[in-house]
């Protein structure tokens, strides 16, 4: 079993930053590939970005590639979410994403991800 708890959102101006971090316990997920969803009001969850076991590679949606960058720090079990130049459109419950299967690849499907977090608000003011 894997818990992961979100945490770093909230209410931000038009280009402004936030920084979201998601804490793993439970057990390790240096070994699991890893990832953010989004999920604004009426709309259906979309991926944001996702990044290998080992940090080296890591993939992003066109909409947030060049603003926001993934990392991971497996030895505090924790991923990261480095937002700036927010817009307006990227408003959504902000979830992070485990899968804990041996497969290596960085996939975008939601399906592919066994662990889910309760996700955090994030709000881009115009």
């Known amino acids: 079993q894997v818990q992961l708890v979100e945490s770093g959102g909230g209410l931000v101006q038009a280009g402004g930053s936030l920084r979201l971090s998601c804490a793993a316990s439970?057990?390790?997920?240096?070994?699991?590939?890893m990832a953010w969803f989004r999920q604004a009001p009426g709309k259906e969850r979309e991926f944001v970005s996702a990044?290998?076991?080992?940090?080296?590679?890591?993939s992003y949606a066109d909409s947030v590639k060049g603003r926001f960058t993934i990392s991971r720090d497996n030895a505090k079990n924790t991923l990261y979410l480095q937002m700036n130049s927010l817009k307006p459109e990227d408003t959504a419950v902000y979830y992070c994403?485990?899968?804990?299967?041996?497969?290596?690849?960085?996939?975008?499907?939601?399906?592919?991800?066994?662990?889910w977090g309760q996700g955090t608000q994030v709000t881009v003011s115009s």
């Open positions: 990044v290998s076991r080992s940090g080296g590679l890591r």
């Open positions: 439970g057990r390790t997920v240096s070994s699991s590939v």
């Open positions: 994403a485990a899968d804990v299967s041996p497969s290596t690849v960085v996939t975008a499907r939601g399906d592919d991800y066994d662990y």
